[in-house]
């Protein structure tokens, strides 16, 4: 089971840090990612993070923005948002992958597990 958070409404320019909490897996065995759903569009991958720290990210998006970070002990994975745009406000959705580890997973199909998803507002 995931557990997103972290979500709400923030103004243009400003830092949102959302946090998912996983239970019920190993979750060292588990890569992490972050989608996101914007109204009539299809969900995007934003970044994911393997059980080494190794990362990435969806640049055509993020654009060097975003960070995301694991904490393996505590189970949760992170997504620190940074200069936000209007154009990121979106359903945000954490996931986790049981792709190989040195597997890169970018696409929804990819991932067992989901989170409930926590809205992101940006306003202008």
């Known amino acids: 089971q995931l557990q997103a958070s972290g979500g709400g409404l923030v103004q243009a320019g400003g830092s949102l840090r959302l946090s998912c909490a996983a239970s019920?897996?190993?979750?060292?065995?588990?890569?992490m990612g972050w989608f996101r759903q914007a109204t009539g569009k299809e969900r995007e991958i934003v970044a994911f993070?393997?059980?080494?720290?190794?990362?990435?990210y969806a640049d055509s998006v993020i654009k060097g923005r975003f960070t995301i970070s694991r904490d393996n002990p505590k189970n949760t994975v992170y997504l620190q948002m940074n200069s936000v745009k209007p154009e990121d406000t979106a359903v945000y959705y954490c996931?986790?992958?049981?792709?190989?580890?040195?597997?890169?997973?970018?696409?929804?199909?990819?991932?067992?597990?989901w989170g409930q998803g926590t809205q992101v507002t940006v306003s202008s």
């Open positions: 996931a986790a992958s049981s792709s190989r580890y040195y597997s890169s997973p970018k696409v929804p199909k990819e991932y067992n597990y």
């Open positions: 019920g897996l190993t979750f060292g065995n588990y890569i």
């Open positions: 993070i393997r059980w080494n720290g190794g990362t990435y």
